[in-house]
């Protein structure tokens, strides 16, 4: 669902979409099959995830922008998604990531994320100018790649429930698996290597996705921050479905709420 809501905002909504790109879909998963005791080290990785993932997002759109032609612009997709997975692997292994974020600079953190997501999209904003309407053509959501969508969401389940008990994985290592990026490069190379779809629209809805990525990583970490603030009491943890539910729900109205605001400031 997460994959072909992402594909349709590209083309009818692509601010909106951007912002959708680090949409905390296994984040809430990691929280429903977590423990009580676990909540708080799932929570220090975790909040890492939405930043790393932010940055690999701007990555690949700036790069399919500034790279892509007709010939090559399928190969480069799937060559900038290798290559963005590979990145991943490498960032999240490092020390600082898997210490997390400690428990007394989570809000700061968290504050941070946002007025940085804000400043950079103010300074998108001010250099590209007025934007177009973010209609851009009905032949840009068509559904593809289906069968990868399926693999790779159901490989995420099974790396983020599976893995850690079996092999006794310490807790942050769930936060850190909940933030694998497959959801969101399913998204982006559905857009990037549909051949099908004019070179200059796929460039045009990825320009106008990064009216919206900058604050994408403010979206995900309010959501990780104020959902683990909730479990973290005894007795809120036994409703954990419920409270994600209602964190993604308020988190995907914040998107759209936003993404409308962003789109009405650009073409002003």
Known sequence: MIFALIVWLAGHFPTAAGL?????????LAFIFSRHDTVSAITRTMLWMPLVNGILC????????????????????WMLAAGIALLWLVLVTRPLVGRGVPSQLQQPYAI???????????????????????SI?????????TWLKIALFALAMWLLIVLPPRFKWK???????????LVVLAGLLSVAQDGATDLEVRRTLFTRMMLG???????????????????????????????????????FTAIIATGTALRWLSAS
């Open 20 to 28: 959708m790109l680090t949409f905390p879909a296994l984040n809430g």
């Open 213 to 251: 990525v900058w604050l994408a990583p403010a979206m995900a970490v309010a959501f990780i921050f104020g959902v683990s603030r909730v479990l973290a009491h005894h007795g809120a943890h036994a409703w954990r479905i419920a409270v994600v539910a209602a964190g993604w729900l308020l988190c």
């Open 58 to 77: 701007v990555t690949y759109l700036a790069a399919f922008i500034l790279l892509a032609t007709p010939e090559y612009a399928s190969a480069l997709a």
């Open 137 to 145: 053509a009905a032949d840009a959501t068509r559904p593809a790649l």
């Open 171 to 181: 807790d942050g290592a769930s936060g850190i698996l909940s933030g694998l990026p």
């Open 112 to 134: 941070a994320i946002a007025a940085a997501g804000i400043g950079l999209t103010a300074a998108w904003m001010y250099f590209t100018g007025p934007a177009a309407s973010d």
